[in-house]
């Protein structure tokens, strides 16, 4: 069931955060169509795998007038302490009860960047892993976006053993 967690104002949009459910599978696959490109994309069919085997994981930021989703996290717990390849293509390597959130995806809509939500969505997040508590987030990203993710906390832990989509990445990791 959608929860409406919280409503914040940022910058020109309201929004609010909730938790997805398989309703909301078809938006969230176009939104990450949108926000990354096509060898890094998840499929419309692993976004509603990922979503039905691990909702908690998820956060979506939605406008408030318009009800569209403008952003989201999408997470997987594990034991392991650095996101593989294997963990963007197979949900049986989930472990509910592992100590740290590897982060999937961080989104937000072309047309609503620059207005914070990036921020708000990782505060939020950060937030709602540490009440369940969780121990660290990973993520890997490229290596123009290290400086963004060191503003919400996260280290840069250097090149990333993943070359999901062909590409070069770095891991980076927050204590909660």
């Given at each position: 069931?959608?929860?409406?967690?919280q409503n914040k104002k940022s910058h020109e949009a309201t929004i609010?955060?909730?938790?997805?459910?398989?309703?909301?599978s078809r938006e969230l696959s176009e939104l990450e169509a949108i926000c990354f490109p096509p060898n890094?994309?998840?499929?419309?069919?692993?976004?509603?795998?990922?979503?039905?085997?691990m909702p908690e994981l998820w956060l979506c930021a939605r406008d408030s007038e318009t009800g569209k989703t403008v952003g989201f996290i999408c997470?997987?717990?594990?034991?392991?302490?650095?996101i593989t390849d294997e963990m963007f293509v197979d949900t049986a390597l989930y472990e509910p009860d592992g100590a740290n959130i590897m982060i999937l995806g961080v989104e937000v809509h072309p047309d609503y960047r620059g207005r914070g939500i990036a921020e708000a969505l990782m505060e939020e997040y950060k937030s709602k892993m540490k009440a369940m508590g969780k121990r660290k987030l990973v993520l890997t990203c490229h290596d123009r976006l290290i400086g963004f993710y060191e503003r919400f906390g996260f280290k840069?832990?250097?090149?990333?053993?993943?070359?999901?989509?062909?590409?070069?990445?770095y891991d980076m990791e927050c204590v909660l």
């Open positions: 069931m959608n929860e409406n967690i609010y955060f909730m938790t997805p459910d398989k309703r909301d890094e994309a998840c499929s419309p069919e692993m976004v509603e795998k990922r979503l039905c085997a997470g997987y717990a594990s034991s392991k302490e650095r840069d832990m250097g090149l990333s053993g993943s070359k999901w989509g062909g590409e070069t990445w």
